[in-house]
């Protein structure tokens, strides 16, 4: 049984709103509305596929920022998971825990289904789960300020996250605190964003990159570190330490054992045992050129090398 005065965090994401506003951010204003029927029609189209590429969502980014509130108990994503946009991302969320909960564009209410279904159910678990202490409300749109206002109401503490420009001031207002997906560790700027596209639509056939990956061996060998479980790892510690670093009021120095907590509610399954190390101290020395150690008595600290 959870301690009484452990954090415990529901997450509710208007999925269909966040994509469409990063895909807006990533190549311009009304873009989506401009692409949809050709997104719809042909989502396989290499034009398509890149701009959509582009605009990828980063889903562990927010799932990852909202595991450091406390422990989270649920988290659910609102979305017509039957269109190509959505379907991309089944995988990923089911992967982190993410109950997905169908909407029917084909119903009268689809315009604010999302809202009206996400607001319900919000309002529901407050109720039903009494020990709930925090709500991330991951939408832009200014409909979520009256349940951002029952939820505080109702005495929890509400964090929004949006998309910057995109987001109605009223809802961040409506928020205890509200965070730009922009600005989530490890999340790439708009405008970094959008430059792979053109590059890519330059680059040669798949053949002549398999001759390129044959005459180089040492250019294989890069792609094969970013599956790696030790990579993985690494890019856990580095987003972990950003946002032990975001929520320490400029204290530089973090204890390795909070640090090792945030790694574990961003990845259950980490474990630097079986990465090979004896203990989260070794796993800590063997980054070393990301991670700074000092070790005082009995004290393990620990910051972010600087860049």
């Known amino acids: 049984m959870a301690e009484p005065q452990e954090s415990r965090v529901a997450v509710y994401l208007d999925f269909d709103n966040i994509v469409i506003s990063w895909y807006d951010r990533v190549h311009g204003r009304n873009a989506y509305s401009k692409d949809r029927q050709r997104i719809q ?7 398509v596929a890149e701009r959509l590429k582009a605009a ?11 595991s450091s509130f406390g422990t989270m108990v649920l988290t659910r994503a609102y979305a017509d998971w039957s269109s190509p946009v959505n379907a991309e991302y089944r995988s990923q969320l089911v992967a982190r825990a993410v ?14 289904g999302a809202d009206i279904r996400l607001a319900v159910d919000a309002v529901e678990d407050m109720f039903r789960l009494p020990d709930l202490t925090h709500v991330v409300i991951v939408a832009g749109d200014s ?5 951002a206002q029952r939820c ?13 420009g995109s987001t109605a001031k009223s809802l961040a207002a409506a928020c205890d605190e509200f965070e730009a997906y922009d600005s989530l560790p490890g999340v790439e700027r708009a405008n970094q964003a959008a430059e792979p596209a053109p590059a ?3 680059t040669p056939a798949k053949p002549a990159q398999a001759g390129a990956r044959k005459q180089s061996r040492a250019a294989a060998e890069k792609e094969e570190p970013s599956t790696s479980e030790q990579d993985r790892a690494t890019a856990t510690l580095a987003r972990a330490l950003r946002l032990g670093h975001d929520k320490s009021d400029g204290d530089e120095w973090l204890h390795s ?3 090792k907590t945030q790694m574990r509610r961003m990845d259950p399954s980490f474990s630097e045992k079986a990465l090979g190390y004896r203990s989260f101290n070794a796993f800590l020395k063997s980054r070393a050129d990301i991670t700074e150690l000092e070790e005082s008595g009995h ?3 620990v910051r972010l090398k600087e860049a």
């Open 99 to 112: 109950d997905l909960v169908q909407l029917f564009p084909a119903a009268a209410y689809a315009k604010n």
């Open 56 to 66: 990828t969502i980063d889903v562990g980014a927010i799932i990852d920022y909202a």
């Open 200 to 202: 890519k639509r330059s």
């Open 41 to 47: 029609d042909n989502p396989a189209d290499a034009e």
């Open 152 to 164: 505080k109401r109702l005495g929890r503490y509400v964090i929004g996250v949006g998309v910057a």
């Open 143 to 147: 409909d979520y300020v009256p349940l």
């Open 299 to 301: 004290e393990r600290l």
């Open 257 to 259: 054992s909070a640090v």
